[in-house]
T-cell receptor
């Protein structure tokens, strides 16, 4: 099946620092999504990307759809304690309905 | 609008017992997905429905697992008999069409002793 490699697996950062994480796939996707999961809750959609090269922001979060269509990036600027959680990338191949999920990046923000 | 609703939120049962997980998708969404999340394997798609019809159940691990969607507002995932390795968090998600994004429920944490 499809393999999504997400890195890094975990990050420990100081409050106020910027964060970058990425996701790569073994095949071409037409959709990239980024989710955040808080403890005891389901993933919540942060940003959706539908076009190669697309750059989309949601507050302090910015995500990009890689031009090769095999990767995506998520940046968080000026991190705050509530950014703590697990961030997942997810992608969908052309013509498919199901999403493939990355293994997640666990973010810890130290006040 | 209410999001995806799942029940129960937590379930503890003994090996060999039947377990039924329930999901109510967002009204108007045509697609419903069941996922399983574990530390070892992350999020795995088990099965998804379109307009109440199962489309792809290739992720269902064994015949012990079954899912139904009798109407547009309700779906069940059943495990019979349950085993300790079934312990995981089970998520239901729904989406409006095949180009839209999926919205997740809060999950059911299943523990099989």
């Amino acid at each position: 099946g499809q393999q999504l490699n997400q890195s890094p697996q975990s990050m420990f950062i100081q409050e106020g620092e910027d964060v970058s994480m990425n996701c790569t796939s073994s095949s071409i996707f037409n959709t990239w999504l980024w989710y955040k999961q808080d403890p005891g809750e389901g993933p919540v959609l942060l940003i959706a990307l539908y076009k190669a090269g697309e750059l989309t922001s949601n507050g302090r979060l910015t995500a990009q759809f890689g031009i090769t269509r095999k990767d995506s990036f998520l940046n968080i600027s000026a991190s705050i304690p509530s950014d703590v959680g697990i961030y997942f990338c997810a992608g969908r191949e052309t013509g498919a309905n199901n999403l493939f999920f990355g293994t997640g990046t666990r973010l810890t923000v130290i006040p | 609008d209410a999001g995806v609703i799942q029940s129960p939120r937590h379930e503890v049962t003994e090996m060999g017992q039947e377990v039924t997980l329930r999901c109510k998708p967002i009204s108007g969404h045509d697609y419903l997905f069941w996922y399983r999340q574990t530390m070892m394997r992350g999020l795995e798609l088990l099965i998804y429905f379109n307009n109440n019809v199962p489309i792809d159940d290739s992720g269902m691990p064994e015949d012990r697992f079954s899912a139904k969607m009798p109407n547009a507002s309700f779906s069940t995932l059943k495990i019979q008999p349950s085993e300790p390795r079934d312990s995981a968090v089970y998520f239901c998600a729904s989406s409006q069409n095949n180009q839209d994004t999926q919205y997740f429920g809060p999950g059911t944490r299943l523990t099989v002793l």
